[in-house]
């Protein structure tokens, strides 16, 4: 499935029909669930939010003590980030794109 889809599809209908053994973005609720209770050790994180931590680990930058700030809350990119940066002891803020200041 690519999002985004049409607004008359509901997508979470759409999530329960996807098999957790090939969900490679981390959509169904399976691999939701596995991954935010137990992110560190997942399998299954959505690729653009593991792809940002490689990048960070391949450096070798360390974030800790850092200010970061993610401006993004989707469920593949945004939300999955804030999950897999909140191990490595970092100021974490998230703005919401809709809010005046």
Do not use: H
Request: aromatic share 8%; hydrophobic share 45%; glycine share 4%.
């Amino acid at each position: 499935m690519q999002l985004p889809i049409y607004k008359e599809l509901d997508v979470n209908n759409i999530y329960k029909y996807i098999s957790s053994s090939k969900d490679v973005d981390g959509l169904c609720f399976d691999t939701v669930g596995s991954f935010w209770l137990n992110s560190k050790n997942s399998i299954v994180a959505p690729c653009t939010a593991r792809g940002v931590i490689n990048v960070i680990d391949s450096v070798n930058y360390d974030l800790t003590g850092k200010n970061v700030v993610i401006i993004n809350r989707s469920n593949i990119v945004g939300k999955p980030l804030i999950n897999l940066l909140l191990s490595k002891m970092l100021l974490l803020q998230f703005v919401i794109q809709k809010l005046k200041n």
